[in-house]
């Protein structure tokens, strides 16, 4: 599956779009906020070095979503 990548130094995280108060931002699946120093590209689920963020993608559904709390 194609998903977002944020490479932050040595890890790369699952990243995604969201609005925050009027603001469009680039944010980890991890709940970290993407910095205009990482490196942001599309790959596959199989790139992800995050443990955190690999746990959230075993949890994602037929439809390719997955509920962040």
Request: proline share 0%; with cysteine.
């Amino acid at each position: 599956m194609k998903v977002c990548l944020i490479k932050r130094g040595k890890i790369t995280h699952v990243g995604f779009k969201a609005e925050v108060m009027g603001e469009v931002d680039n944010y980890s699946v991890c709940n970290k906020r993407w910095d205009i120093k990482d490196k942001v590209s599309i790959g596959e689920t199989s790139e992800v070095t995050c443990k955190r963020c690999q746990r959230i993608l075993r949890k994602v559904d037929e439809n390719g979503c997955v509920t962040l709390k």
